[in-house]
């Protein structure tokens, strides 16, 4: 297989992130044809993709790619045009097929030959659609040259000139031996749309897309301003060798007078039909095709398509492809920016605070308000830039719920919510593998047998369910199923049957602190192991994995009912804003989005259970973790007690822990950073940051703090009431 196409390397990954788009695109929109009532939309979407898949793997040579896409494109047509029906078979298939396309690309991407075999596929689409794959579609190399007046459009032409605007003949040669020849066709007759009113062009737009084209582009348009404009913009394109534009007037006469101008040009081009073609009066009964891009041909009426002069009046989106690299670097000289914002505003209050009535002080201080205002929003710019919607992962979801389900003999039904929900880039790339084995565990262990669902009254259809929604300067992203649950006494037996506690802990344990085990490395309490799950080493890393990115999980269940696990996660890891404490001339950064409360800590108010200290608040009885002797190695006494004189109350799902510090020093927005390799990693602390005046301040990681306070018993649910 050639895996080295005659284009530059820059067409090439143009190719290839245009393949990923449709490819993502078909995986999941094939796997909706199951769920969709009407299909036909959804059919025209799916058929549109494979056919610009093929065609632009058709361009560069891939026939490999191209032969397939135009299998699947056989038998799309066919559901398209409702002489076959959608069934788990064609979607099989289809899938199938999808996946081979996808080995493909990437062979290109690495320029790997890995031997696929796709005549296997080719075969089976084929059989499905029951069609000669020969004559499923227009090939290149039987197109007719020539523009075609009728009565409609020798009375537009009319009317536009009547009106005083200009009407020309637009006329461009391709080099013949160009390997972009249908590229540079729409190159040409899209920027005509940009800037004119397309009368009538040849090729139009769907022969372009079927590759129905020669190297002569025609067209006759309109517009209210020079050709100049429109001219410049033909001859910026490679491969036209010859352009020519010719403006018609009232003295021409009548359409005889046009024609014999384009017919003229032909015979100075070369025109005419090409060898071996049909005859140009003949269409053959074409089947109408989806145009992609700007549309060209005038409407039935004789006016113009969308995408004529009103569409030039349209201001458009433009977007531009950014390496995510260089966003990285951008936003860490955005956080370089911030900490010496802080630290200009804190120079301009100590200058302020001795020098009141000096004028430059002053004007010092409304410059330091006009940067830090600048500063703040290039770096809320930058963080929209990063946003992505959670949808760039969960629209692989749905195929991999299908299969799994198949596999295991259950009927689920998948619903997905949120798909728009925006987060930073670099959360989405770590949520996929968790997502993945939530949803696997969910297929596996948590939605019954039909069998078993019909004996406990259920609907033979389990639902599984994944949503995300913002929620307090955070992200939730829920994984829920209406299936059999998690025992806690079966957790609570399982962890001391395998030795992770012993059988006065385990009895000791509450059923939220038992079901919490799920997460401890090797509780599976699956009857049988599978390649899918049941190995018991899953949670804990689903865990360990939301816990770097300053998220954490927690899990609602009902035995019966189903499961549901939620993730909160941060919107960016880039910033934090945080409650800054200090504790024996340590500062630690406390996230304000775990933060419940803030109050002055008297000695009376501490008590003792069970040798723990803990504090009563609204009612609930509350853990009291002294940050002192968490993180300090000197000895902790009685006079270390004693300079803790403020309690912040953090929240994580439902429980509550008390971080006893010694004094609060403000509320800022600070840049996270990681540990340096040198340092390795502290439990506790989630990161650090530096501020303005130079200090550096270490960010507790709440959700460690907390977890590690349940695992030892101490963590207080929101459910015990003082």
């Not at 007046?149 to 032409?157: A, G, S």
């Not at 192991?529 to 927690?554: H, P, Q």
Request: aromatic share 4%; net charge negative.
């Amino acid at each position: 297989m050639d895996l080295s196409p005659d284009i530059t390397p820059e067409d090439l990954e143009v190719f290839l992130q245009e393949a990923e788009e449709q490819i993502e695109l078909l995986d999941e929109d094939i796997v909706r044809l199951e769920r969709e009532e009407d299909t036909a939309p959804l059919l025209q979407e799916i058929f549109r993709a494979a056919h610009t898949l093929k065609g632009s793997a058709g361009m560069i040579g891939y026939h490999q790619m191209a032969s397939l896409a135009h299998s699947m494109e056989n038998l799309l047509d066919q559901l398209r045009l409702g002489t076959t029906e959608v069934s788990t078979k064609i979607v099989d298939a289809l899938l199938g097929g999808l996946d081979l396309l996808r080995v493909l690309k990437d062979d290109l991407t690495t320029s790997q030959d890995s031997q696929v075999d796709i005549s296997e596929s080719v075969a089976i689409l084929d059989s499905l659609a029951e069609t000669d794959r020969t004559q499923a579609s227009p090939q290149p190399g039987t197109a007719t040259v020539g523009l075609r007046l009728d009565t409609e459009h020798e009375e537009q032409v009319q009317r536009r000139l009547d009106s005083g605007a200009h009407v020309y003949l637009v006329k461009a040669n391709i080099n013949p031996e160009s390997s972009w020849v249908s590229i540079r066709c729409f190159q040409i007759v899209d920027a005509l749309s940009q800037s004119t009113e397309i009368i009538i062009s040849s090729p139009s737009m769907a022969e372009i897309e079927a590759e129905n084209v020669t190297n002569l582009v025609q067209a006759i348009v309109s517009t209210d301003q020079d050709d100049e404009i429109f001219q410049q913009a033909l001859a910026a394109f490679e491969d036209v060798d010859d352009l020519e534009v010719i403006e018609l007037s009232l003295e021409d006469g009548s359409s005889e007078g046009w024609l014999a101008l384009i017919s003229g040009s032909q015979d100075e081009a070369g025109g005419g039909p090409l060898p071996g073609s049909d005859d140009p009066a003949d269409d053959g009964g074409e089947k109408e095709l989806a145009t992609v891009g700007a549309t060209t041909d005038q409407s039935e009426a004789g006016e113009p398509a969308d995408g004529g002069k009103q569409r030039a009046g349209v201001q458009q989106t433009q977007t531009v492809r950014v390496d995510v690299e260089r966003l990285d670097t951008l936003m860490t000289t955005i956080g370089e920016l911030v900490i010496d914002r802080t630290r200009i505003a804190q120079i301009g209050r100590q200058l302020q605070a001795k020098y009141k009535e000096d004028e430059l002080v002053k004007s010092l201080g409304e410059t330091s308000a006009h940067v830090a205002k600048v500063v703040d929003d290039l770096q809320q710019e930058i963080m929209q830039v990063r946003l992505m919607p959670v949808a760039t992962v969960f629209n692989g979801f749905p195929r991999m719920v299908r299969d799994l389900a198949q596999r295991f003999g259950k009927n689920v039904d998948f619903v997905v919510e949120g798909q728009e929900t925006e987060i930073d880039r670099t959360v989405i790339e770590r949520i996929r593998d968790p997502l993945v084995h939530l949803l696997r565990n969910s297929i596996d262990h948590g939605i019954e047998s039909p069998e078993e669902r019909a004996a406990a009254g259920k609907p033979e259809r389990g639902t599984i369910k994944l949503a995300a929604f913002q929620d307090q300067g955070h992200i939730v992203i829920t994984v829920s199923d209406d299936g059999k649950g998690i025992d806690p006494a079966i957790m609570r037996a399982t962890a001391i049957k395998k030795g992770l506690l012993s059988q006065e802990v385990g009895e000791r344990l509450t059923d939220a602190e038992a079901i919490d085990l799920i997460f401890a490395p090797g509780t599976s309490t699956a009857a049988a192991t599978t390649d899918v799950s049941g190995r018991g080493v899953g949670m804990d890393i689903v865990k360990t994995n939301i816990e770097t990115i300053n998220g954490f999980v927690t899990v609602d269940t009902t035995v019966g009912k189903g499961t549901t696990f939620n993730l909160r996660l941060p919107l960016t890891l880039a910033t934090v804003q945080a409650l800054l404490v200090s504790m024996n001339a340590t500062i630690f950064a406390v996230p304000v989005v775990y933060v419940l409360e803030v109050r002055r800590l008297e000695v009376v108010d501490i008590e003792t259970i069970e040798g723990k200290e803990v504090i009563r608040s609204r009612g609930y009885i509350i853990p009291l973790l002294r940050l002192e002797k968490v993180f300090s190695r000197e000895v902790f006494n009685e006079e270390s007690k004693a300079r803790a004189t403020y309690v912040v109350v953090v929240k994580l799902g439902d429980r509550l822990v008390g971080l006893a510090v010694e004094s609060l020093v403000e509320m800022q927005e600070i840049m996270a950073k990681s540990l340096s390799d040198g340092i390795g990693e502290i439990k506790g602390i989630a990161g650090a940051s530096i501020l303005g005046d130079g200090r550096v301040v270490l960010i507790v990681d709440i959700p460690t703090l907390i977890q590690t306070t349940l695992m030892k018993g101490t963590a207080s649910q929101v459910a015990v009431s003082a």
